[in-house]
């Protein structure tokens, strides 16, 4: 098979192919969730120098494990299962240990990108984002899982619930408290 066809089939088809050994649907099927992978591993870890790597071991595990899914129509309550335990598993081990990296760069304040937008204005928007983030980790874990799986991940709250081993409505009641601390928090930057 071609490997532009790959890049016409559906999801369910690339799993289905992935799970039969076909190593270029997995291809495939992994360049389709790296990026989701990586944005919600991202506002989901204190450390950002380790995000690659962690999800680089998300993609691993995966790929390893695609033949365990029993249902394609699940692969994303699946997947985010499989990212939950791997941020576990580095909470684990780094003992949650947070870290912050300045990102102001003056040198380059009048140099304008493509679009026309300054340094300056970047990194406004990196530092509301930055605040966004250290806001969503500062939260209590089980809200942050909540919200993460649900705003970031797109997930049911069923589907939530199944991941966390927690009851429907205690999920419902952790991303709305998780709502309403954000909303206080940053209140000054909206």
């Keep these: 098979m071609l490997k532009s066809s790959y890049k016409k089939k559906s999801r369910q088809e690339l ?6 050994d076909d190593y270029k649907a997995l291809e495939e ?16 870890v204190s450390d950002k120098s380790n995000i690659s790597d962690l ?7 995966m790929s390893c494990s695609i033949k365990s899914l029993k249902n394609p129509e699940k692969f ?27 990102i102001d760069d003056e040198e380059c304040r009048d140099i304008k990108d493509e679009k026309n937008i300054t340094p300056a204005d970047k990194c406004a928007a990196i530092e509301i984002d930055k605040i966004v983030k250290e ?34 409505g205690t999920v419902k009641s952790r991303i709305a408290r998780a709502r309403a601390r954000l909303q206080n928090e940053l209140r000054h930057c909206i």
């Design 135 to 168: 806001s969503i980790l500062e939260l209590p874990e089980h809200f942050k899982v909540a919200i993460i799986l649900r705003e970031f991940g797109g997930l049911s709250y069923q589907e939530i619930a199944d991941i966390t081993h927690a009851g429907v």
């Design 55 to 61: 999800t680089q071991n998300v993609l691993i595990k």
């Design 29 to 44: 099927l992994i360049k389709s969730v790296q990026k989701t992978v990586y944005t919600t591993l991202e506002y989901l």
């Design 15 to 20: 799993i289905t192919l992935a799970q039969n």
């Design 76 to 102: 994303n309550s699946w997947l985010n299962r499989i990212i939950s335990n791997v941020y576990f598993d580095e909470m684990r081990r780094v003992k949650n240990k947070c870290y912050y990296i300045s």
